[in-house]
């Protein structure tokens, strides 16, 4: 008698993730206006730029853009997986991946977001070398080889555990 109480309350107990879905929300919104700030502050002061300055804002807005993506793909492939399904023959105009999106493509589509947010931080640093020291370009440059070590790793490991599956 306790046991299925227990677990109806255990299964319930996914609902609890969704606060934090919505406070992804709220991220995602916070980026809008980051985006919205650059934006403005490119197009006032486009004038007096130079072809770099012009470069690395448009390299920051796509850092911005790849973060936000990293959001939108953490709040519905993390909602469908683990609190509700989505019905999406109902929603014409959504993206079919959405409903195919499991936990183990989940981690790699967050690691490749990783990898190129680390690769545009990266290139950014590279692009306005003069204000980084060698040891902030080494540190960043590392991080990002470890990154893409990660991410293969975890594809590898990701491969091998679905051939191991398919054999049983």
């Known amino acids: 008698m306790i046991k299925p109480l227990f677990e109806k309350i255990l299964f319930a107990s996914r609902w609890l993730l969704t606060p ?9 919104l916070a980026l809008l206006a980051k985006v919205g700030v650059r934006v403005y502050d490119l197009a006032t002061q486009f004038v007096g730029l130079s072809e770099e300055s012009v ?9 911005l853009t790849l973060s936000a993506s990293l959001i939108v793909i953490v709040i519905l492939s993390g909602y ?14 959504w993206p079919r991946w959405i409903a195919a999106v499991d936990f183990g493509e989940l981690k790699l589509r967050l690691m490749a977001s990783i990898v190129a947010i680390a ?3 990266l290139l950014e640093a590279f692009m306005d070398v ?4 060698d040891h ?3 540190w960043q440059t590392g991080m990002l080889v470890t990154f893409v070590v990660s991410a293969l790793l975890l ?12 054999a049983r």
Request: net charge negative.
């Open 136 to 138: 902030e370009l080494a």
């Open 20 to 28: 934090f879905y919505v406070a992804l929300v709220f991220a995602l």
């Open 80 to 93: 469908i997986n683990f609190v509700s399904r989505i019905d999406i023959e109902t929603h014409a105009d």
């Open 55 to 63: 470069l690395l804002a448009a390299l920051g807005i796509v850092d």
């Open 155 to 166: 594809a590898l490991a990701d491969r091998i555990g679905r051939r191991s599956g398919d």
């Open 130 to 133: 003069g204000d980084e020291t």
């Open 119 to 121: 690769a545009v931080k």
